[in-house]
């Protein structure tokens, strides 16, 4: 078992602040997760609210009104998780994103501040929870990302280009992060809807290395987005695939709280 505290204040299994920033779409500094980028045609961003159906004529409930207390609502809460994330503990800045403090996460925050503007990102809200004990071959961080845009061709179009790139920086390092591997893989979720899995090997300042797995899901619905993110401290094979599993359930627990809290006002 490793203790936290002896890692150094403000360090967390020894890795500092920036190393842990795993959110999926802009995932450890975007340098380390990978997590960026597709393309699509941008279009109707001239537009407040979005359009108000989807395919088939399907009433799209983020055409309404959203402020940060119904991001707030949305996020997933520790009752939620699993019961092998009991222990997990909040983040200290857990709560509302600002343009600069979601952009400065990614591998290129200039690049991914430009991708926002152009795609009319609005607001987001960010929940991250981490082990008080964390240990091998499970996970230690737990992440709940929304991003509301003005239009939902705004967010499918950030959406897309942020998965075109998504495996992209393999081999790459930032912040003593290297990404060892990085791929997508298939689920279902909403409208628009990937899964993502990636190795890192972590420099801490001692000169010994960690390897962890982050594993995410990331999800569409009208031009709101949430994402899911699970990171694991040297994972066996068994231990991804429960991951893998809980960012899934998470998901679509996330997915169904979207719809339940914007159905209603």
């Not at 959406?159 to 689920?187: C, I």
């Not at 001692?206 to 709101?224: K, M, T, V």
């Amino acid at each position: 078992m490793i203790d936290p505290q002896a890692q150094g204040q403000g360090r967390f299994l020894g890795f500092t602040p920036r190393q842990l920033n795993v959110g999926f779409l802009t995932a450890v500094g975007a340098a380390a997760a990978g997590i960026c980028v597709w393309l699509f045609a941008f279009g109707g961003l001239d537009s407040i609210t979005g359009d108000s159906t989807t395919e088939e004529g399907v009433v799209d409930t983020t055409a309404r009104e959203i402020s940060n207390a119904d991001l707030e609502r949305i996020a997933l809460r520790p009752e939620q998780f699993p019961t092998e994330y009991a222990g997990f503990a909040a983040d200290e800045d857990n709560g509302p994103l600002t343009l600069e403090k979601n952009a400065n996460q990614a591998f290129d925050p200039i690049e991914q501040r430009a991708q926002f503007e152009s795609s009319g990102w609005v607001t987001g809200y960010d929940a991250a929870y981490r082990d008080r004990q964390p240990a091998p071959d499970k996970a230690f961080f737990l992440d709940t990302q929304l991003d509301l845009f003005k239009t939902v061709d705004g967010a499918a179009g950030f959406f897309t280009t942020q998965m075109a790139e998504a495996t992209q920086h393999q081999g790459q390092a930032k912040d003593n992060v290297t990404e060892v591997e990085a791929s997508l893989f298939d689920v279902s979720v909403a409208e628009q809807s990937a899964g993502f899995r990636g190795h890192y090997r972590v420099q801490l300042e001692d000169g010994s290395q960690r390897e962890y797995w982050q594993i995410g899901i990331a999800f569409r619905r009208g031009r709101l987005l949430g994402s899911v993110t699970l990171a694991g401290l040297e994972l066996s094979d068994a231990g991804r695939q429960v991951l893998e599993g809980h960012a899934a359930d998470l998901a679509n627990r996330l997915n169904n709280q979207m719809t339940a809290a914007l159905s209603t006002r």
